[in-house]
């Protein structure tokens, strides 16, 4: 792609004599993507705007264009127009924001734009339409006392005909998230609130426009949300409201810091957000909004510093009536190829949500929002646009809304570090956006289509007599355990007979203490309740019975009980020569199976995985291996990994002694 910068992307006559010939070209536009069908037959009055997005068939670097040039220029094109046009700025994907005299309805705008489109210079030109936060009308603001309040999100549960949530408890029992995924909110700005302390990245401000803004300019490297109130008698829009907080609202179902003791749970435990603020007071433009968008995938986008942490997920928690246009599909296609899934909400309106943009565009998913009982929840648009469901509540009743952060300020904020119920498709889509980055988590070379696959092949079916099926509703309500569940894989083929440790020939060990005997010495420790897990078994109480070790007197204890998730693991180079991850290890569970696991993990991604339970105890010290050629000569961080759950009388105990790597299964 051509190094753009500032440059201003024009069709330059030889001689700028002519104004209007200055935008002309041979070439006539045929490029009109492939987009999903827009119903624009709906009764929803979509908000004025006062600007336009152009694209241009070739360009010419700005430096080289005088003021008179310039001024030439944008006079053809408001001849072309039939309105005075003045230009605004640069945007990504080589696009430019044009500027109109005033606002004007959108339907005038498109008029505006399809005679600017027709000349042969122009690739497309469009209205830079205002898309909005799609919470309900009928929401329920009110602002709950911040205590912990966990049971009261229903949405993350199931049980079936009461509580159509999306089935987190057992997924956590799977993962609970690792730090490296990020998940962008394209919203208002997210807040500092006290649940989600720690769990953000540096975003950025898009809003070009300071009145819209509302924080006293535009562009800016602080996505913090100033609030998006509405003042009585305002020039930009009505009616009057108060500041909805909706980011940050959307950010705490995403991530909210979890098993704190406080306030809400995320769906992510440990997944970074990344706050693009884009919505402010009436909405956001849709140059503002695919700026964002490009910005948090990692693309360029001019005048803004690259983003130094690209999202795996993005959520657009928004929209409005209109087809998807060719800025939005170009901005999501390429987002796309960059490997980043765009999550979207299917609106608000209780109307086919193919007359709804972005959610009627190609390359994302798109999320329509069920109730409690597992219905199509009232306010949700609904069609073949949409692939999927998540629970986006009902506030007729409060507590069947969805609870997550907020803050009790009604213009500014108030920094209470409130929660509150919300209801709308801008609530279901976190929730998606959550699983779909606990699937990346667990594999993160997943591509945007495995991601959909694997969310749309585990979606629960909807319950008997609900008012959602496949037609209009996509293919189930998302069911985090099911995805995660089908992510895992066993090979019970690897558990063999104990055989001799010593084995002729064996190619020099590449681990630091491979034995233990150095005590933690090369290896890195984690344990969530703050186990010691490389130990002397013999000043243990209790555990002499894996007495003698297969050597030494040192050996690692992962696994036990109460929710723990321990590991040990070290960076080494796995031999291209003799790849089997080998070492001695002991099973001793009285657990059943499906619950407590131990995982070979590289990176981030899961080599293998296997259960421990007692139907697998070994009753003794086996030797184990697992093939690692496909990482053969690359230095990797190996981590072995036990998860149990916090069933009180339930051990689940995984003994570990003499790592190495050698030619083939033992």
Known sequence: MKNKGFFFILLLAASLIAPVAAVRSQTTSTNTPPVRSALMATNVQAPPTGQI????????????????????????LSQAAGVPLAYGRPMSGEAHVLQLPASLPLAEVAEITARLSREPGVLYAEPDAIRQIDVSPAEVLDVL?????YDEQWHYGYSAGTAEGINLPPAWQITTGISSTVVAVIDTGILNHSDLADRTVPGYDFISIAAVANDGDGRDSDPSDPGDWVPIGSPLCSPARNSSWHGTHVAGTIGAASNNSQGVAGVNWFAKILPVRVLGRCGGLTSDIVDGSRWAAGLSVPGVPANANPADVINLSLGGPGSCSTTEQDAFTEIKAAGTTVIIAAGNSGLDASGFSPGNCNDVVTVAANDRGGDRASYSNFGSVVEVTAPGGETATLANGVLSTLDGGTTTPANDNAYAFYQGTSMATPHVAGVASLIIGQQPSYTPDQVLS????????????????????GSG???????????????????????????????????????FEQGPTGWIESSTNGFNLILQPAAEPGLDPILPLPSGQWAVWLGGFEDEISSIEQTVTVPVGAPYLTYWHWIASNDSCGWDFAKILVGGTEAHVYDLCAAENTSGWEKYGVNLSAYGGQSVTLRIRAETDDFPDSVSSL????????????
């Open 53 to 76: 997005i152009i694209k241009f068939v070739d360009e010419v670097s700005q430096q080289t264009l005088s003021q008179q040039d310039l001024d030439g220029i944008m006079t053809g």
């Open 145 to 149: 006392p911040n205590d912990t309040r």
């Open 454 to 473: 694997t969310l749309q092949t585990t979606a629960r079916a909807f319950p008997s007599g609900s008012t959602c099926n496949t037609g209009i509703c």
């Open 477 to 515: 309500i998302v069911d985090a355990f099911a995805a995660l569940n089908s992510l895992r894989s066993f090979d019970h083929s690897l558990y063999l007979p104990a055989i001799l440790k010593s084995e002729p020939g064996s190619p020099p060990n590449p681990f630091t203490n491979p034995d």
């Open 655 to 666: 003994f570990i002694d003499d790592v190495s790597f050698e030619s083939q299964a033992p």
